[in-house]
């Protein structure tokens, strides 16, 4: 849960505040409030929003306090209409567009009705204790109300929330009531004086909550880049293609239809929530706790689908009529092939011809779903050569096609949209684990990575989590040093692939390398930006496993759990013969594909 | 003052050639831009070849693949090029993708440019914002210019603004294509060319993609300061050789 503190007054106390990085601080612009904001703003990192209060404030007053304190948000504490929201939104008045944030007073019931007209015109919804004043009355309310929240906009909850409540609000976020909750807002409880915050208070709250946030940030910024990899390296031809999708993604992603469709399609037609399963015999074996993530039990047997869905229903509310993708092993390929089937939609999926002749049954899967596959010819004819053939199509094809890239990689937003469509298997694994273990954190993260959307997805919510430890696992196909190896956290440097920035193998004079492992899904010779980041500062550990190390591992998982994994994910399997962990250590791994695909290669290496 | 700008004034429609250097073979690179200006071609362009050209069709990669194959590196080229200007005052113009230059070191790329006597560069996937807040001013610093594309999609506004950021022309692209991949004109290409002459724009314009012979030269160059030929040439010297460059540009110019 995200945290808003609200109310800041002095300047020294706002930059104090800004240093435990809570993810909104708010201004009160009321002239009655005691906590009326009447200075200037130091500068504040980035990724704080600064949030304007207003309670039936004239509206030109607001754009003008937006555009002169560039505030990101505002939170609307009166009785201000939906039509004045709406004009909010939609002014070309902004300088940059805000957050609206409407406020609900509720005391010991509310009528849910209210909410509708709102839907449409405001970003987030806060609810806050009915009292004397708008706002800051400093005590709570019965938040079991919010069972009958009937809607699906994210909110904040607000009202006397203080260090008492660290208990109430751990019951809350685990009750159905908190599903919606996007943040907690807090305010007179953390005080010295009104305006005047308790840093050591709030501080210590945010330990209790485990709200312990990472200074470094391992999202996303708003250029594009993961520190100094990422952003939009690509052609003119594909500008306008990109920055539509730039400039839609996160709004259509927030969106509750949007969001509704998505999780009802994951849930019914992919089969989610994937288990996470403790691995009884493997555990003992190894002498700690191993999870693993069940990714694949989904629908076509890897997570590929989580990002596909998600993407065809962005490709769907941007109008575009034509999908393309590119396809290594054949996986994301047969995923995009999957839904556009179920959406109806054309599909044409490039796939190198050398790949084409190694994954008969995934190009026969893919005919059948009624994709066209079309072979790349150029180059090595492989994955890095059917990404450039479909960026090509997309060039050719700017206004009615949409490029669904499968993994965490590409020019920006590719890669942070599909970090976020993944992100759900990392949201699952809090709630699962907080089942099994009673806590939401594990000590370690682990999942193999070739471009890395299974890892991004699996490390996305403890990214900033300090007691989680990330694990990232490369192929090191013949080994790191035989030259025959797709280890890019290892072998690569700096450079640019497919519209980005980030570790990437090459020769001295910048050409692209070939990579190899036995799987088909970590070949390629670049990694995704935001694994570059968590290599380059080293958030994650990570490590090399041989082709040999992961086949073993593999029909080790079959024989302790009756797993047939796929090879990419046998990788992560590995390391439990390469890395030793406590007795007590819990590991949670992704378990990205089943091994089905894979059955030809497991048959002849073992001569089975 | 900069040989590309020197030749804008002129008083005539520009010929540009686009070549890849290292192919058909390693060391035709100079004997081709020797020939090109004999024959009366006014700018060309050398391709440095990479191996993932993503804004080319399958003629100037699969050119690219085998230059790479003979063993054409950045380093290899500008060996052949260090005496160029002894023979040849044509403005040349490197064409290249940024990830070679990148490894070189974008300030030792700029510098060799400078010591040969390079006048400009065209890098499709450097955009023009990466390269207004992180390179305009090492160009600056050796004299280079460079050129950006743009694309019937490319907005008025977005024009304008690479219009202020460059200082020699711009590489217009016919249409929404990789090189190569369409010949010829329609209506909507008309349309666009009209388009882009009514923006007034402070630079000149060159247009490229789908010219291939003295039909679709004069139609491109109607509005236009200049075209770009690019695939049809490299096709001729896969098909002829490089001995018949003359027969080549005379049929461009004259029909």
Redesign the interface.
């Known amino acids: 849960m995200k945290l808003k503190v609200c109310g800041m007054k002095y300047q020294d106390n706002m930059e104090q505040v800004a240093a435990l990085q809570p993810d909104y601080l708010g201004f009160i612009f009321y002239e009655k409030s005691p906590r009326h904001f009447d200075t200037k703003i130091p500068e504040l990192p980035d990724t704080i929003k600064k949030t304007g209060v207003f309670v039936n404030e004239d509206l030109n007053t607001v754009i003008e306090n937006i555009n002169k304190f560039n505030l990101q948000a505002v939170q609307l504490h009166g009785e201000e209409s939906p039509f004045y929201c709406n004009m909010l939104g939609t002014t070309k008045l902004l300088e940059t567009p805000v957050e609206i944030i409407k406020v609900f007073s509720v005391k010991d019931g509310f009528n849910f009705e209210v909410l509708k007209e709102y839907e449409s015109v405001c970003d987030y919804y806060l609810f806050d204790t009915k009292g004397k004043l708008p706002g800051g009355n400093g005590y709570t309310f019965d938040w079991s109300l919010l069972n009958n929240y009937p809607s699906t906009k994210p909110f904040f909850l607000s009202g006397g929330i203080g260090l008492d409540q660290v208990t109430d609000i751990k019951k809350f976020k685990e009750s159905n009531a908190s599903k919606y909750c996007y943040a907690l807002d807090v305010n007179s409880k953390f005080e010295i004086a009104p305006g005047l915050k308790n840093v050591a208070i709030l501080r210590e709250f945010q330990n209790k909550l485990g709200n312990n946030t990472m200074e470094e940030n391992y999202n996303v910024d708003e250029k594009g880049y993961y520190g100094e990899f990422g952003g939009a390296f690509i052609p003119e031809m594909l500008y306008p293609n990109v920055e539509e999708l730039r400039q839609n993604y996160l709004k259509v992603m927030a969106e509750p239809d949007f969001q509704k469709e998505f999780d009802q399609l994951l849930k019914d037609y992919v089969g989610r929530p994937s288990p996470l399963y403790f691995a009884k015999r493997l555990s003992e074996k190894y002498n700690t706790k191993i999870y693993l993530k069940r990714e694949d039990l989904n629908h076509t047997g890897a997570h590929k689908i989580n990002n596909t869905i998600g993407q065809i229903l962005m490709a769907k509310r941007l109008g575009k009529k034509r999908i393309i993708a590119e396809t290594g092993a054949g996986q994301h390929g047969v995923a995009t092939a999957t839904v556009c089937a179920l959406m109806g939609l054309e599909c044409i999926v490039y796939m190198g011809e050398i790949d084409i002749a190694r994954q008969a049954p995934n190009v026969a899967r893919m005919k059948m779903l009624g994709a066209k596959v079309v072979p790349a010819l150029s180059g090595s004819r492989t994955l890095k050569d059917a990404t450039n053939e479909a960026i090509r199509d997309w060039i050719n094809n700017p206004v009615n096609t949409h490029y669904i890239i499968g993994s965490a990689i590409g020019p920006h937003p590719y890669p942070d949209m599909v970090t976020r469509f993944q992100s759900v298997i990392s949201e699952e694994i809090k709630w699962q684990l907080k089942e099994h273990e009673g806590r939401e954190n594990p000590d370690y993260v682990a999942a193999c990575i070739g471009g890395g959307s299974n890892a991004a997805g699996t490390y996305y919510h403890y990214l900033h989590e300090k007691d989680v430890k990330i694990i990232a696992v490369e192929a090191a196909g013949l080994g790191v040093d035989s030259g025959e190896s797709a280890a890019t956290s290892v072998l690569g440097k700096e450079g640019i692939i497919h519209g980005c920035k980030t570790l990437l193998m090459q020769t001295n004079d910048g050409q692209i390398t070939e990579p190899y492992s036995i799987s088909a899904g970590l070949d390629y010779p670049g990694v995704g930006p935001m694994h570059a980041h968590l290599a380059k500062t080293e958030r994650a550990e990570f490590l090399s496993i041989t082709d040999d190390e992961a086949m073993k591992a593999g029909l080790e998982l079959c024989e302790l759990e009756g797993i047939i994994p796929a090879i990419e994910s046998s990788h992560a399997l590995a390391i439990f013969k390469q890395k030793q962990f406590k007795p007590d250590d819990v590991v949670v791994m992704s378990l990205s594909g089943r091994g089905d695909k894979d059955l030809q290669n497991y048959i002849d290496y073992f001569k089975i | 003052m900069n040989r590309i700008n020197q030749k804008l004034q002129e008083n005539k429609k520009l010929l540009s050639i686009y070549f890849t250097a290292g192919y058909p073979n390693i060391d035709d690179t100079v004997k081709i831009i020797q020939d090109l200006e004999k024959n009366g071609v006014d700018l060309i362009e050398i391709g440095l070849p990479?191996?993932?050209?993503?804004?080319d069709?399958?003629t100037i990669?699969?050119s690219s693949?085998k230059a790479?194959k003979n063993g054409m590196?950045?380093?290899v080229l500008f060996n052949q090029l260090k005496d160029i200007r002894k023979s040849v005052n044509i403005p040349l113009i490197i064409m290249g993708?940024?990830?070679?230059?990148?490894?070189?070191g974008v300030e030792a790329f700029c510098k060799k440019c400078q010591e040969i006597g390079i006048d400009g560069l065209i890098i499709?996937?450097?955009?023009?914002d990466?390269f207004h807040e992180e390179y305009q001013a090492i160009f600056e610093k050796y004299g280079l210019i460079n050129v950006?594309?743009?694309?019937p999609?490319?907005?008025d506004e977005?024009i304008r603004f690479i219009d202020s950021i460059s200082n020699g022309f711009i590489y217009m692209?016919s249409s929404?294509?990789?090189t190569g991949?369409k010949s010829g004109f329609g209506d909507e290409q008309t349309h666009y060319f009209e388009r882009i002459n009514n923006l007034n724009l402070k630079n000149p314009q060159i247009v490229g993609f789908g010219i291939s012979n003295n039909e679709t030269f004069t139609a491109a160059t109607k509005y236009a300061k200049g075209a770009i030929i690019g695939s049809a040439f490299v096709k001729h010297v896969t098909n002829e050789g490089i001995g018949t460059i003359d027969g080549f540009v005379n049929n461009i110019l004259n029909g």
């Open positions: 990479f191996s993932d050209p993503l804004a069709g399958p990669q699969d693949t790479l590196t950045t380093e993708y940024f990830n070679p230059m990148f490894q070189y499709p996937d450097l955009p023009v990466v950006f594309l743009i694309t999609q490319t907005s977005r692209v929404a294509s990789t991949a």
